[in-house]
């Protein structure tokens, strides 16, 4: 039995904070076999993303898989890597940082925002040990998944209850299992559609591409699917699309397995056939640019979408640190942190007053803390 964490912080009326765990999906430390084998094992060793026994998977991953795919998946890492190191980690460093700064503004300071990677660094544990220090006593956790899968938002929030399972003093616990369908967010990816096609030619079919799951998780309950699809009919309307002006695709399967369909490759592969030679590329699903999105969208399909006869291919780029983007992942925290005191800027004074209040009487009985 593991011992619980003793939280040696702790004072006698010591301010309180609202706690955001703002949560992506992860990235090797370095663009090499080395770090993508160690972050291959992590990710392929949920059990929330492969759902197959352990006892038939583990000889797979460890006697296929690992030996094979970290090399080939470094050299696709080191095409995108940049001066900043990730592009995903980067990208949501900023996020972080940009979202702060605006909750400073709505808060007062009263809310504490830290960034982890499900899996690779910064870690769940270490960042939700940043937001305990920050006198933390009540979380948000936000993954960065708009559309909720067990395989994303429900391994994160898996990793997050495991960890304050540890807690002695545990906080009070909110989550947003996903945000697929809030308006501001249909609204930045259309007006981020819009800017792209203001740059550039428009093309004769918006195709909207979300990473793919096994069609199993769809037949046993995930709801992945169906949030994609509203996303993409809610953005479709947005942009005064009609029905065939943009599809759904499902990209990054892996394995041999029915994922969901239309894949993303095949599609493109097949559009130009079909009349279609310009397409423009969006991937609603992801929150910030990532490996996904810049080397298998920007770089992978745009070859297999001309090399089939296409003639102009665009890729419409994540929301990263949009304004819009940043504004909306606020609004997302403001609705649901009503009803907590330090969300409520009437509230604030009286509780700082009470906090002191709460320290003297500690003192008065004899507390050193």
């Known amino acids: 039995m593991s011992r619980l964490n003793n939280e040696t912080d702790f004072f006698h009326g010591k301010t309180e904070a609202i706690g955001v765990l703002l949560v992506n999906l992860g990235t090797p430390d370095a663009p090499d076999t080395p770090s993508v084998r160690r972050y291959l094992r992590q990710f392929l060793s949920d059990p929330r993303v492969v759902e197959i026994p352990r006892l038939i998977w583990y000889p797979i991953l460890y006697g296929a898989i690992l030996p094979k795919r970290p ?23 900023q996020q972080q940082q940009l979202l702060q700064r605006e909750l400073d503004i709505r808060f007062s300071g009263a809310v504490k925002v830290a960034l982890a990677m499900r899996y690779g660094k910064p870690s769940i544990e270490n960042a939700l040990e940043e937001l305990r220090q920050q006198g933390m006593r009540r979380l948000v956790v936000l ?21 304050l399972g540890r807690w002695r003093w545990m906080p009070e616990l909110r989550q947003i299992n996903h945000y697929h369908d809030h308006e501001n967010y249909i609204k930045a990816l259309a007006n981020s559609t819009r800017d792209h096609w203001d740059k550039h030619n428009r093309g004769q079919l918006l195709l909207m591409s979300f990473h ?23 953005l479709a309307e947005e942009l005064n699309l009609r029905p065939h002006e943009y599809r759904v695709t499902f990209q990054s399967r892996f394995g041999k397995a029915e994922w969901l369909q ?56 994540a929301l990263n640190v949009r304004e ?39 003192q008065q009985l004899g507390a050193k803390q």
């Open 262 to 317: 239309p894949y993303t490759d095949k599609t493109l592969e097949a559009l130009p056939n079909e009349g279609i030679k310009k397409v423009t590329v969006i991937c609603p699903g992801f929150a910030a640019d990532c490996l996904e999105t810049l080397e298998e969208i920007q770089i992978e399909n745009q070859e297999l979408f001309i090399k089939a006869g296409g003639e102009q291919y665009d890729y419409v780029p």
């Open 143 to 163: 993954p960065l998944y708009p559309q909720y899968s067990s395989t994303t938002s429900g391994t994160t929030f898996t990793a997050v209850f495991k960890e």
């Open 71 to 93: 090399a080939v998946s470094a050299e696709k890492y080191q095409k995108i890597w940049t001066e900043q190191g990730s592009p995903l980690l980067s990208i949501s460093q």
């Open 212 to 234: 793919g799951i096994p069609k199993r998780n769809l037949t046993l309950g995930d709801p992945y699917f169906c949030e994609c699809h509203k996303t993409a009919r809610l």
């Open 324 to 362: 819009d983007h940043i504004r909306m992942l606020a609004d997302l925290v403001q609705q649901h942190t009503q009803g907590w005191p330090e969300a409520d800027s009437h509230v604030q004074s009286q509780w700082q007053r009470q906090a002191d209040l709460t320290r003297q009487r500690a």
